[in-house]
């Protein structure tokens, strides 16, 4: 979930998109698709690891993890479907002067501000084809956001902001889910996995991909986006229970209770989640579109202590198998439709 941060170069982001990841991708899909939570780990473990430098937004370690996702896409056989290979570039405008701001290029009046530079950011995006004559040409997207802070003021000597829950845990959920679903039988529906840029500065990957979208948008059926389900909740049910933004906007909410998915209603309407990540901008088009998540307003939010060390991987393997039935149902089941005024309004851009 969103705030701040940033600064590479297109030639330093090249650099370091070439290097090999210090990860090496894991084996690609197996014919059991089952969520395991040793796989579950290695991923988080990587993408929260010291060496990704809090995955700052246009940062090294950002590139970096960008990489090792493609990486893991590839090994999955997923389909390359970014403007370049798996990643879609996203130019960037960064301010370092005062507080690091970061913006898309074309943003009104940043060209005049002092100390901007502009650097290059990206999507990954990987597609599993469906395999129905009539229906693949229709899409589910499934997405979370990789960035985080960065590098920031130390606390107890620790100066990197891991994001291991925010939102290295929804990224592993889409690459596991795309593992599980890829090692069955081929979805009806094409699967877009995205994992986007930039959330935390502003939803500036997703509106880049809205700008400039790498399928026709028209064609995306349904969203479901991935953030925080690295801890369980209390209110949602405990260890292994996800819960669902928006639930009974759509009428996804009724086909995760109608075919047993132990996904419920968000149980703090009161916080406007379902305003609060990428899934927004998507919803505020006419996509039905929601955010899973088992975010308990945990106190290690946007801290130095959001690390690998305090995420609950059996719950979160729960959560994944969960979302990983959840896309299944999506990709080859009825497209979910907004119910009454549970559409948010087309102008409010984020």
């Known amino acids: 979930m969103r705030l701040r941060d940033l600064t590479l170069s297109a030639a330093a982001l090249a650099a370091v998109l070439c290097a090999a990841p210090r990860a090496a991708a894991q084996a690609g899909p197996r014919t059991d698709g089952t969520v395991r939570v040793q796989d579950v780990r290695a991923t988080l473990t990587a993408l929260a690891d010291d060496s990704m430098l809090g995955r700052g937004t246009g940062q090294p370690g950002s590139a970096k993890a960008a990489r090792l996702i493609a990486d893991r896409m590839r090994a999955l056989g997923l389909r390359p479907a970014g403007d370049s290979g798996y990643f879609q570039r996203v130019p960037l405008l960064v301010r370092a002067t005062g507080r690091r701001r970061v913006a898309l290029e074309g943003t009104p009046g940043w060209d005049t501000l002092p100390g901007v530079t502009r650097v290059t950011g990206v999507n990954v995006a990987g597609v599993l084809p469906g395999a129905d004559p009539v229906l693949a040409d229709s899409v589910v997207l499934v997405d979370a956001h990789y960035d985080h802070l960065g590098v920031g003021t130390p606390v107890d000597g620790d100066s990197i902001y891991n994001g291991a829950d925010d939102d290295a845990s929804g990224v592993t959920a889409v690459l596991e889910i795309a593992r599980s679903i890829a090692a069955g039988p081929r979805p009806r529906r094409s699967i877009l996995f995205l994992a986007t840029t930039g959330e935390e500065a502003g939803l500036l990957g997703t509106l880049w991909f809205i700008k400039h979208p790498l399928l026709p948008l028209a064609r995306v059926q349904a969203n479901l986006e991935i953030e925080m389900i690295g801890r369980p909740d209390s209110l949602a049910g405990g260890p292994g229970k996800g819960w669902l933004t928006g639930y009974d906007r759509s009428t996804m909410g009724q086909m995760l209770r109608q075919a047993g998915i132990p996904l419920v209603a968000d149980p703090r309407p009161d ?18 579109a929601h955010t899973l998540s088992s975010f308990g307003l945990h106190a290690d939010y946007h801290t130095v202590r959001d690390d690998a060390s305090r995420i609950e991987f059996d719950h979160m393997t729960a959560v994944i198998s969960a979302a990983a ?26």
């Open 325 to 350: 039935r959840a896309v299944r149902m999506l990709a080859d089941g009825p497209a979910p439709t907004w119910i009454g005024a549970g559409r948010p309004p087309a102008e409010e851009q984020p």
């Open 271 to 288: 916080q406007n989640f379902f305003e609060r990540s990428d899934n927004i901008a998507f919803a505020r088009m006419g996509i039905p």
